[in-house]
Nanobody
Framework: HVQLVESGGGLVQPGGSLRLSCKAT????????MAWFRQAPGKEREGVAY???????TYAPAVKGRFTISHDNAKNMMYLQMDSLKPEDTAMYYC???????????????????WGRGTQVTVS
């Protein structure tokens, strides 16, 4: 049984920083293909950052240069360091993990079968 639990969200002023964490339990699939998504009110869920066990890292254009994704496979943890936050970064942030290895489509929601419940990030 795979469980993903996010933490670290909160209220921050524009220009501030937050660090999100995702704890994965029971996730033993190869390559550890995981991603952060976000969903703002009235908008579709969108991919933010992706990382896998082979070292592939990808960012959405809106966050590139401001967000940093990392993972610690030994601890089954994934992180998202968010700097220079903007009001438009306000959203619920979700941790997602794939059951199958991914080589493209990193931000396609249908590629991920395991999801956390989310952590709210508000920039105001």
């Amino acid at each position: 049984h795979v469980q993903l639990v996010e933490s670290g969200g909160g209220l921050v002023q524009p220009g501030g920083s937050l660090r999100l964490s995702c704890k994965a339990t029971g996730y033993t699939y190869s390559r550890h293909c995981m991603a952060w998504f976000r969903q703002a009110p009235g908008k579709e869920r969108e991919g933010v950052a992706y990382v896998d066990g082979d070292g592939t890292i990808t960012y959405a254009p809106a966050v590139k240069g401001r967000f940093t994704i990392s993972h610690d496979n030994a601890k089954n943890m994934m992180y998202l360091q968010m700097d220079s936050l903007k009001p438009e970064d306000t959203a619920m942030y979700y941790c997602a993990a794939s059951k199958l290895p991914l080589w493209d489509g990193y931000f396609r929601r249908e590629n991920y079968v395991f999801w956390g419940r989310g952590t709210q990030v508000t920039v105001s």
